[in-house]
């Protein structure tokens, strides 16, 4: 069993910033890419930003120059730091795991519950 936990979202004013984490838990051998997605009413949930074990990063172009994807991979966690906040970006955001669980077994794919981002205009 892997769970992944979100934390940090919350309300802002547009222009200001949160920073999102997202702990990584259970049965769990190495973890692959960690992702933030996210999901407004009516909307499909979309790509925001990757992070590769080994750094490399991916962003959507709507989130390029304000958010920041890091992880800390001793803790098997992923943040994600939000600047510049638009009131486009509310949405539920979702953390997502590419997680390993044995030294033998394949991939799985595994989302988090999601947290609340709202931002007023």
């Known amino acids: 069993q892997v769970q992944l936990v979100e934390s940090g979202g919350g309300l802002v004013q547009a222009g200001g910033s949160l920073r999102l984490s997202c702990a990584a838990s259970g049965s769990i051998f190495s973890i692959n890419t960690m992702g933030w997605y996210r999901q407004a009413p009516g909307n499909q949930r979309e790509l925001v930003a990757t992070?590769?074990?080994?750094?490399?990063?991916n962003y959507a172009n709507f989130v390029k120059g304000r958010f920041t994807i890091s992880r800390d991979n001793a803790k098997n966690t992923a943040f994600l730091q939000m600047n510049n906040l638009k009131s486009e970006d509310t949405a539920v955001y979702y953390c997502?795991?590419?997680?390993?669980?044995?030294?033998?077994?394949?991939?799985?794919?595994?989302w988090g519950q999601g947290t609340q981002v709202t931002v007023s205009s």
């Open positions: 992070i590769t074990t080994g750094g490399s990063t």
């Open positions: 997502n795991a590419v997680v390993r669980r044995t030294v033998v077994s394949g991939t799985t794919f595994h």
